[in-house]
């Protein structure tokens, strides 16, 4: 797996091989309390969302039962729909340290439980996960989140941190299908 | 346990009973590559070291595969050493956001296994530490190292990372024991 990806960058203008070789594919939106997920899968009939929801954690939680709950909950969505890449919210904008070290602590705490389940993990940027989506690196939450419910038929608008890591998921697949000049970058 | 903790601010001046609450103190130093961990057993005849060591993680190893290497290696240590508190380093300096980032996604591998594990968790800063090992805020690594040999009776000066977590431990004990005015804090 490791050397298809690493040596795409090369074949890529040849072999888009990547969406073949996942079915399906986890997003993960990671926040302490609220980290969004999505899970898709790849058929025929285009990208499917299978799952979708965020982890809650309310103000007077504990820190680190947060950082559990978030394990704990992708722990059972990966075990429950067996997904076999994740991509995930890459570079952000933190307002300063204090915030940088507690969205660290809860991309940690999801990042550990995937790479023991043995997923490929992809970090996508925010604003490359926007313009894949609407057009546009500067779009707002909520365009995001109609696009998706559009792109996936979805009945209902998605949460916006659901919405989110669908949008991951959705803009992975949406990098390594075609072309890809500037694929994502595995963690 | 958590009113016990709670309540203690207000009735440490009579009842210093955290130490009798914990015989088996974790330390925990995360840092990606290089996580340190320490374990104290507290005995009638002081506090004896019964593990310590560091969670090496090569540059060429991914960033994800390191943050699992953490959790695996914690959950060993708290299922062989049934640790009931673990005392993790807290603030800290970080040169700038992306090192926090990093930082902040050990940490977070590391909590969400101990806090999945049900341990305690208190938070204190490496200041504080040094103050307490040392009696010097400004303390250098080595000297932090050397006292925490003496007082844990090691034949051997423990390497930087384990000695930082077997530092954190003593003073976890330290703060608890005596008639506490400032504990660490829990999160």
Redesign the interface.
């Known amino acids: 797996m490791q050397e298809r990806v690493s040596g795409k960058k090369r074949s890529a203008e040849k072999t888009p091989v990547e969406p073949l070789a996942h079915k399906v594919v986890l997003g993960i939106d990671p926040s302490l309390r609220g980290t969004g997920y999505g899970v898709i899968h790849l058929g025929r009939s285009g990208p499917k969302a299978v799952a979708q929801g965020t982890v809650k954690c309310g103000s007077k939680l ?4 947060c ?2 709950e ?3 909950t992708i722990r059972e969505i990966v075990h429950k729909h067996q997904p076999t890449v994740c991509a995930i919210e890459g570079l952000f904008y ?1 307002q ?3 915030t ?17 389940a043995g997923l490929e ?1 992809f970090e996508i940027a925010p604003r490359k996960v926007k313009q894949s989506i609407v057009g546009y690196g500067n779009a707002q939450k909520i365009a995001v989140a109609k696009m998706v419910q559009r792109m996936l038929v979805l009945k209902k608008l998605p949460a916006p941190d659901a919405a989110d890591a669908l949008a991951l998921a959705l803009t992975f697949v949406h990098l390594h299908k075609r072309f890809a000049i500037d694929p994502a970058q ?2």
Chains 1, 2 share one sequence.
Do not use: P, W
């Open positions: 504990e820190r680190s039962h950082l559990h978030i394990s704990r933190a300063n340290v204090k940088a070290l507690t969205m660290g602590e809860a991309r940690g705490a999801a990042l550990a439980v995937l790479a023991e993990i595995k963690i």
